[in-house]
Structures are given as C-alpha cells and as structure tokens.
C-alpha cells in the first residue's frame, strides 16, 4: 500500500507536465545544483512545478525512495524521472533534453 507521502509524489508528478523538486524556490534556490536545473529549464523556456523539499521533510525523503535516487534536485517530466543536475546538465548539453521534451509534447511556453 502507497503511502500518503508517495500518493502526494504520485498526484504532484500526474497533475504537472513538469516537476522539479529542488531545495529552495526557482526565484532562490538554496543550492546550487537546484539553481542550475532552474536555470536550464528557464533558458529553454519550460514552464515547471518546482517543489521546495526543505520546506517538507516527508517530501524531501519521500522524493528519494520514490525515484531511488538519493539526491536532490529531480526532476520529472510527463510523470517519468529524468534524473539530477549532473543528468539533466548533460541532456541540456547534447540537445537530449530538448529532444525528450518534444517527444513528450512538452513546448516553450506551454502549461
């Protein structure tokens, strides 16, 4: 049986295209690796729910044993987990990211 912090996780990632759980808020992130995921998705123009897991420790936990992925920023499109700042960085770089968005439907400037 889910748990009310993965249904949480579950409705977040199914109600937005996408999330973005980071430490801080796009305007401040409180990490750098959460500001460079930001900072990509702005330059590519990608409308995003950012969810700050400092705020929400369950979140913050949750997050991790949800993707199996042990560090923070994540970030999801579509419901699927793409990775962290280091995959993310690398999938902006090689025009992966852009490709993934378009696959998924994902344009600039859409909500």
């Given at each position: ?26 305007a401040a992130p409180q990490c750098g690796f959460s500001g460079a995921v930001v900072q990509i998705l702005s330059r590519l123009e990608i409308p995003f729910h950012s969810v700050d897991v400092l705020a929400d ?55």
């Amino acid at each position: 049986m889910a748990s009310p912090t993965t249904d949480r996780i579950n409705a977040l990632i199914s109600t937005h295209d996408v999330v973005l759980f980071m430490k801080g808020q796009p305007a401040a992130p409180q990490c750098g690796f959460s500001g460079a995921v930001v900072q990509i998705l702005s330059r590519l123009e990608i409308p995003f729910h950012s969810v700050d897991v400092l705020a929400d420790p369950q979140i913050r936990e949750g997050i991790k044993s949800f993707s199996n992925w042990p560090t923070i920023p994540q970030l999801f499109l579509k419901g699927e987990f793409v990775g962290g700042c280091d995959i993310v960085r690398e999938m902006a770089a090689s025009g992966e990211l852009t490709a993934m968005l378009a696959d998924k439907g994902i344009t600039a400037g859409a909500l």
